[in-house]
Antibody, heavy 124, light 107 residues
Framework: EVQLVETGGGLIQPGGSLRLSCAAS????????MSWVRQAPGKGLEWVSV?????????????YYADSVKGRFTISRDKSKNTVYLQMNSLRAEDTAVYYC????????????WGQGTMVTVSS | DIQMTQSPSSVSASVGDRVTITCRAS??????LAWYQQKPGKAPKLLIY???NLQSGVPSRFSGSGSGTDFTLTISSLQPEDFATYYC?????????FGGGTTVEIK
């Protein structure tokens, strides 16, 4: 079965760090564009970051970030674990949200598979 | 950066009604647009990609149209399971962006 499972959310104080994981099954993350999308309580969807392979087997991954997280969040992936990560540093109250990982299989930036989401709450 | 504006923000409709949701991009995005449905407490579900392509398994009462800056999602005959929030998303360039959402409510 093709699925994504996010873990790592929780309650964290402002200024703290957290690492989210997104484990894939039924497909390989290295062959797809993988994004993180978040949703603050009662609000709409906000794209956070993407990681994808630049083209050849030997090319480095390409990454992009929303301005709201640039310099604080880092996306990465481990091919051996078939997992995508989101390292979140210098967390702020406005980062409080459900974080989803999502797959774009065509490089078209439309997401066909989503995880169930993991809640991150930034509060003192 | 490209901004996406959806209208209306909410719509009340009855089962069997035809519902149309519009989405406007702040600059041209060709046909790089996707539509999603989200129900409370659930992850979004892809309905339409590349503006008018129906995702596998999605009922044919859903359709999408448009190109450039103006796009439309149409539900031809609203069913009870269609009451949800719908989002458009530009897929033309990073940073990706979603519209603010349209909630389809029961009249």
């Amino acid at each position: 079965e093709v699925q994504l499972v996010e873990t790592g959310g929780g309650l964290i104080q402002p200024g703290g760090s957290l690492r989210l994981s997104c484990a894939a099954s039924g497909f390989t993350v290295s062959s797809n564009y993988m994004s993180w999308v978040r949703q603050a309580p009662g609000k709409g969807l906000e794209w956070v970051s993407v990681i994808y392979n630049g083209g050849s087997t030997y090319s480095a991954d390409s990454v992009y970030y929303a301005d709201s997280v640039k310099g604080r969040f880092t996306i990465s992936r481990d091919k051996s674990k078939n997992t995508v990560y989101l390292q979140m540093n210098s967390l702020r109250a406005e980062d409080t949200a459900v974080y989803y990982c999502a797959r774009d299989p065509w490089g078209s930036s439309a997401f066909d598979i989503w995880g169930q989401g993991t809640m991150v709450t930034v509060s003192s | 950066d490209i901004q996406m504006t959806q209208s209306p923000s909410s719509v009340s409709a009855s089962v069997g009604d035809r519902v149309t949701i519009t989405c406007r991009a702040s600059q041209g995005i060709m046909n790089w647009l996707a539509w999603y449905q989200q129900k409370p407490g659930k992850a979004p579900k892809l309905l339409i990609y590349a503006a008018s392509n129906l995702q596998s398994g999605v009922p044919s009462r859903f359709s999408g149209s448009g190109s450039g800056t103006d796009f439309t999602l149409t539900i031809s005959s609203l069913q009870p399971e269609d009451f949800a929030t719908y989002y458009c998303q530009q897929a033309n360039s990073f940073p990706l962006a979603f519209g603010g959402g349209t909630t389809v409510e029961i009249k």
